[in-house]
């Protein structure tokens, strides 16, 4: 536990909606970035449980789910503490996943963000760096869910390379052991099926090497719990930073899948009968783990995702220059932006004037910093669709931000609001006939249409690419915006004030007022270099 003890603490709460259970951390967070755990909660929901290979989610399911939810947000009011709540794979690929999330939010007052397995894995990594006193060393990080498993190698803070994979103590469990049941030749089956997944994934990771392997999740500090109980008990509360090794496990696992049954399982010392009928899934997992990657001892990180997602949540949050986008998130945006050859002078340059305007315009839309993220990454990568066509590149740059899986820190939420966002930033504005726009949240919707009418704009003033513009203010004054732009030393502003003109339609419509934008008189021009 990770004690901040300064000024400005303040409360916070991260839900993970997992496979198998439902978590919650209320914790207080230091300005330094440090927290103190307050309460920890769980609930056992198995919400991916009987969903074919996880395409659809149960009613009963999700009841259990909402039930949950509606329970840890209250806790987490109790204490005061504003939620950041991500679901992983059994929302995340469900076909009714977005089902889910409408009914927490309706129902339980909780908008959950669905998370990729990539982004998954970054949060866990962040969380693991917390409990692992390992900064400088290469990490090789394993968290095996109900369904997907991550892993990665990171040094120093920073992620290397991440893999998620679609095995999972649930998902191997409905295939391979039904009702945790082990039918004759069923392990070996599920071992080569384990195997033959890994083996892409391993040859990856062995490339890169680690030097200490780690692993998180529940079912890891089960099968540590059960590797260990003869020198550390049964009853110990914690296995944060304890080790087991390879022969230790491969022990457990001899044990685990003589015992043929559920109800056997449970008789053995150690096994939570929660777990009892999904623990042998997991174990070959974890096993076929370390014999691909040669480990032989394995460091257990009782932090994981939900200690990943309080870190970031206030990690976003700090930070008080032009740029407010996460350095990760920022990264990840300019490698798509310069993988598909976006100008990206151009487009930085663009959307500094975008976050100018929406600064000045706080007052107007009312908007916050994650917003502003938002912004900031729409404009970085408006273009990227031209490198599919020219024609209807909007439209492009809509479908390459939204099918990208290098995308991280953001949900699939926001990523959703970023397509969107970029789609708009020129031609027709947002319609409730296109029906990528019309699936959005009213509130969604609005900051859709916000966001993207200041993005016009602010491309419009660089419409000649010379960075004409030297910097813009805007005041608003009752119902009206006026935006003075002032030109660079020899500048001629007369294209882009004519095209930022044309396009301020959208910006004044979604904010409900006049909008006139005019060249700032040379006697207000102040010297902004400085």
């Known amino acids: 536990m990770t004690r901040s003890g300064h000024d400005g603490d303040q409360m916070r709460a991260a839900i993970d909606v997992g496979t198998n259970s439902v978590h919650l951390l209320v914790a207080k967070v230091g300005a330094a970035g440090g927290f103190e755990v307050i309460t920890r909660e769980k609930a056992s929901v198995r919400l991916g449980a009987g969903m074919g290979d996880l395409r659809q989610l149960s009613v009963e399911a999700m009841d259990r789910g909402v039930e949950a939810l509606d329970r840890f947000r209250q806790v987490a009011e ?5 939620i950041t709540a991500v679901a992983t794979s059994a929302v995340r690929e469900a076909e009714n996943g977005d089902d889910f999330v409408r009914r927490a939010r309706i129902e339980a007052g909780v908008d959950v963000g669905v998370i990729s397995g990539i982004e998954e894995a970054r949060l866990i990594h962040l969380g693991v760096v917390q409990a692992i006193p390992a900064f400088d060393r290469q990490l090789l990080v394993v968290d095996i869910g109900g369904g997907s498993t991550e892993l990665l190698v990171g040094r120093a803070g920073r992620m290397l390379d991440a893999r998620s994979t679609k095995l999972g103590a649930i998902r191997l469990t409905d295939r391979f052991f039904p009702d945790g049941t082990i039918a004759k030749g069923a392990v070996k089956e599920c071992r080569r099926y384990v195997m033959s997944f890994l083996e892409p994934v391993a040859q990856t990771i062995r490339a890169l090497g680690f030097q200490l392997a780690v692993g998180s999740s529940g079912t890891i500090s089960t099968l540590a719990a059960l590797a260990r109980r003869d020198d550390l008990g049964i009853e110990t509360r914690s296995f944060n930073n304890e080790t087991f090794t390879r022969a230790q496990l491969d022990t457990v696992v001899a044990e685990l899948t003589a015992a043929r049954t559920a109800k056997e399982r449970r008789r053995i010392a150690g096994v939570d009968e929660r777990r009892a009928d999904i623990i042998v899934g997991g174990a070959i997992l974890l096993e076929s783990v370390f014999e691909l990657l040669g480990i032989d001892e394995m460091v257990v990180s009782d932090y994981a995702l939900r200690e990943g997602v309080l870190l970031d949540a206030m990690q976003q949050r700090h930070g008080a220059d032009l740029h407010h986008l996460a350095d990760i998130r920022r990264e990840s945006v300019l490698r798509v932006a310069e993988s ?28 916050g910093l994650d917003d502003r993220d938002l912004l900031e990454a729409a404009g970085l990568l408006h273009n990227v669709g031209l490198f599919i066509s020219h024609a209807a590149h909007h439209k492009h740059s809509e479908y390459v931000i939204r099918s990208s899986d290098r995308l991280v820190g953001f949900t699939q939420r926001e990523i959703e609001i970023v397509a969107q966002v970029a789609r708009y930033h020129r031609k027709s504005a947002p319609k409730p006939s296109h029906l990528a726009f019309a699936a959005l949240s009213p509130d969604a919707q609005r900051r859709v249409r916000i966001l993207s009418g200041i993005l016009r704009v602010a491309i419009a003033l660089d419409r000649t690419r010379q960075g004409a513009v030297d910097h813009v203010r805007a005041t608003v004054t009752d119902g009206r915006v006026l935006i003075e732009v002032s030109p660079g030393p020899g500048a001629d502003l007369e294209l882009e004030l004519y095209t930022a003109v044309e396009r301020s339609g959208p910006l004044a419509a979604s904010l409900d007022c006049v909008v006139e934008i005019v060249e700032e008189p040379a006697e207000s021009t102040q010297d902004f270099s400085g």
Do not use: I, M, Y
Not at 78 to 82: K, V
């Open 78 to 82: 109790a204490h005061g503490a504003p």
């Open 340 to 367: 598909f050859r976006e100008d990206v002078v151009h487009a930085q340059r663009a959307t500094d004037l975008a976050l100018v305007l929406f600064d000045e315009l706080v007052s107007l839309h009312g908007l």
